[in-house]
């Protein structure tokens, strides 16, 4: 039985910006017109905690802000401070078949979780369109960007996190995060410092981890993969 799907849809890795663009348009969506406050432009930028109780292993809370200056995308929306909390299951689930992100199973937005509180956004907007690449040219150097609702989310692999945790490049990549079925995601290499050859339709598979276990996980890549089941899905 193959581990826990919901397609994950591999994220393309966006192209990313290496300085703000200088034609940016002036925020429109602030979040005082959506009766709340912007994120912090100053550190401390953000907040978040990790608990477990129950059947969940992780219990993540965080304001919607990230570690980073948030500020240096390019879209007409502002991001807003907004306590939000995620659950990841202690057990995930496994199904035969993928649940793949899109209208058929209704989930366009929050799959997973990083572990510094942002949300991973599925790359299928509500049209089925492809949200890294239409969202790519407002996207920051950390690979986030705030919606039309100023939910800042990453649309690929959180470049700054992953900047403040790796190790080495010859090794396997840091946890990143988690997805919503219970799976942690990691950046792009395995344990031998490779793109792994080996994933499944979810962009997950079984192999060492960085702890020295060998388990099911997924892995950042060019376009997220799959997931399991809908239901498991559990967002504050």
Same mark, same amino acid.
């Given at each position: 039985m193959l581990p826990w799907r919901a397609t994950l849809f591999v994220f393309l890795a966006s192209p990313q910006l290496t300085s703000p663009q200088s034609t940016c348009p002036s925020i429109v969506n602030t979040c005082p017109s959506l009766g709340l406050s912007d994120c912090p432009s100053t550190a401390p930028w953000y907040e978040v905690n990790d608990t477990s109780a129950g059947t969940y292993a992780h219990i993540i809370s965080s304001t919607s802000c990230p570690a980073e200056v948030w500020t240096d995308h390019c879209s007409s929306n502002s991001a807003c401070y907004r306590l939000a909390e995620y659950r990841i299951p202690e057990t995930p689930r496994y199904l035969s078949t993928p649940i793949y992100f899109g209208t058929t199973t209704g989930i366009h937005e929050a799959v997973g979780v990083t572990l510094d509180g942002i949300p991973i956004w599925a790359p299928l907007d509500e049209l089925d369109e492809d949200r890294p690449f239409k969202e790519w040219s407002t996207t920051g150097e950390c690979n986030g960007v705030?919606?039309?609702? $100023?939910? *800042?989310?990453?649309?690929?692999?959180?470049?700054?996190?992953f900047e403040r945790t790796v190790v080495s490049s010859l090794?396997?990549?840091p946890l990143l995060g988690y997805m919503f079925d219970g799976f $942690?995601? *990691?950046g792009q290499l395995d344990v031998y410092g490779q793109f792994p050859d080996d994933l499944d339709a979810c962009n997950g598979h079984v192999s060492s981890l960085p702890d020295g276990t060998r388990r099911y996980h997924y892995h950042f890549t060019d376009y997220l993969g799959a997931a399991s089941d809908a239901t498991s899905f559990d967002v504050g």
């Amino acid at each position: 039985m193959l581990p826990w799907r919901a397609t994950l849809f591999v994220f393309l890795a966006s192209p990313q910006l290496t300085s703000p663009q200088s034609t940016c348009p002036s925020i429109v969506n602030t979040c005082p017109s959506l009766g709340l406050s912007d994120c912090p432009s100053t550190a401390p930028w953000y907040e978040v905690n990790d608990t477990s109780a129950g059947t969940y292993a992780h219990i993540i809370s965080s304001t919607s802000c990230p570690a980073e200056v948030w500020t240096d995308h390019c879209s007409s929306n502002s991001a807003c401070y907004r306590l939000a909390e995620y659950r990841i299951p202690e057990t995930p689930r496994y199904l035969s078949t993928p649940i793949y992100f899109g209208t058929t199973t209704g989930i366009h937005e929050a799959v997973g979780v990083t572990l510094d509180g942002i949300p991973i956004w599925a790359p299928l907007d509500e049209l089925d369109e492809d949200r890294p690449f239409k969202e790519w040219s407002t996207t920051g150097e950390c690979n986030g960007v705030p919606s039309s609702l $100023g939910e *800042y989310h990453y649309n690929g692999v959180p470049k700054c996190l992953f900047e403040r945790t790796v190790v080495s490049s010859l090794e396997h990549s840091p946890l990143l995060g988690y997805m919503f079925d219970g799976f $942690g995601i *990691y950046g792009q290499l395995d344990v031998y410092g490779q793109f792994p050859d080996d994933l499944d339709a979810c962009n997950g598979h079984v192999s060492s981890l960085p702890d020295g276990t060998r388990r099911y996980h997924y892995h950042f890549t060019d376009y997220l993969g799959a997931a399991s089941d809908a239901t498991s899905f559990d967002v504050g």
